[in-house]
Structure formats: structure tokens, C-alpha cells
């Protein structure tokens, strides 16, 4: 930097607006940058909050809809050895133990599935 020419002393340099004696028209230029600054930063930081839910929701449904797809067709399993056990079908039998055990882990995870799956999706 010049001397200041009256004194012929390094000109003084000040790290702060409020340190000034007087404010100049670079300040008010220097605060709006700033604020414009500041803004833009929240503005971007809001954006990628917002991106982070939509990403968010959108694997909670598509691993919603994945559970829903395995416990249909695991239900689905359950009811064909129902059925076969029922009817007999071509001399299909199974033990009385193992058809409980079927149906009731069918139940157990179609309300445990159902379950994670409503608490999940509406937290």
C-alpha cells in the first residue's frame, strides 16, 4: 500500500467494518455481498436436505414394495402347501408340527412385516 501522503505513514488498516471510524460505500457493498453470500449458502445447504428426503422416500417405497412382494409370494408358498396338505394332492402329507410351524411364522412375519414397514414409511 502507498503512504497516505499527509503523513508520509503507512496508511491504516483495519480488520473489521465496526473498527472503522467511519463507514464508506464499500461497506454497505461488503455487507449485501456477504449477506447475498450467506443466503446462497443456506439456500444450497436447504437443497441438498431436501434431495436427502426425496432420495429417502423414495428407497423407503421401493423397499417397502419389495418386503410387500416377498410376503405375498412367501404366503403364497404357504397356502400351495396348505392346499396340498389339504386335499392330498398326489399323496403330498406333511407332519401336523411342521403345518403349524408353516402357518404361524406366516402370521408372525406378515404382522412383524406389515408392521416395520407402516412404521417406517410414516416416521
Known amino acids: 500500500m502507498p503512504p497516505d501522503e499527509t503523513t508520509g505513514s503507512p496508511p491504516r488498516t483495519f480488520s473489521l467494518v465496526s ?12 455487507l449485501r455481498d456477504l449477506e447475498r453470500e450467506s443466503l446462497k449458502l443456506r439456500n ?25 412382494r416377498y410376503l405375498e409370494i412367501y404366503s403364497g408358498s404357504i397356502l400351495i402347501l396348505v392346499l396340498l396338505q389339504g386335499f392330498g394332492i398326489r399323496g403330498f402329507s406333511l407332519a401336523a408340527e411342521v403345518m403349524v410351524a408353516l402357518v404361524s411364522t406366516t402370521a408372525i412375519a ?6 416395520f414397514i407402516a412404521r417406517g414409511l410414516f416416521r
Not at 473498527?19 to 461488503?30: H, L, S
Request: overall charge neutral.
Open 19 to 30: 473498527d472503522k471510524p467511519r463507514t464508506d460505500n464499500q461497506d454497505g457493498r461488503e
Open 44 to 68: 444450497e445447504r436447504d437443497s441438498a436436505q431436501i434431495r436427502n428426503i426425496e432420495a429417502d422416500r423414495a428407497m423407503r417405497q421401493t423397499y417397502a414394495a419389495r418386503i410387500l
Open 110 to 115: 406378515a404382522i412383524g412385516l406389515v408392521g
